[in-house]
């Protein structure tokens, strides 16, 4: 079922989406947003294995985190800036395949600094 909403003359009407489609994607969105909320500070309580695993110290595995909150500095607006013109559907789309290429690459990262560039990419959208 859609909704169309009249506009004043001069401006097309516009169709809005179903009821149940606008509330899955607030439910998609929230998804999101928690897990990327989570991919930043569940790191937090892995510091001691991260620090074991790389061979440093964990004030050094403490970087991963930083790495990826550097992400979010850098990353915010300049996407903002660089995708002002793009379609929000794709810009989400391909900012989650950005958000999961990082995640993956951190899951498989062979040594510390790679784990770090990883945590970065993963920050940046």
Known sequence: MTVTVDRPAGLASVVAPDPVVRRLAVLALALGGFGIG????????????????????????GHVISAYALGVVVGAPLIAAVTARM??????L?????????????????SYDTLIAARFLAGLP
Do not use: Q
């Open 38 to 61: 989570t991919t930043e500070f569940v790191a937090m309580g892995l510091l001691p294995d991260i620090a074991t695993a790389f061979g440093v110290s964990e004030p050094a595995a």
């Open 87 to 92: 379609g929000r559907r794709k810009l989400l």
């Open 94 to 110: 391909a900012l989650m395949a950005v958000f999961t290429v990082g995640n993956l690459a951190s899951m498989f990262a062979p």
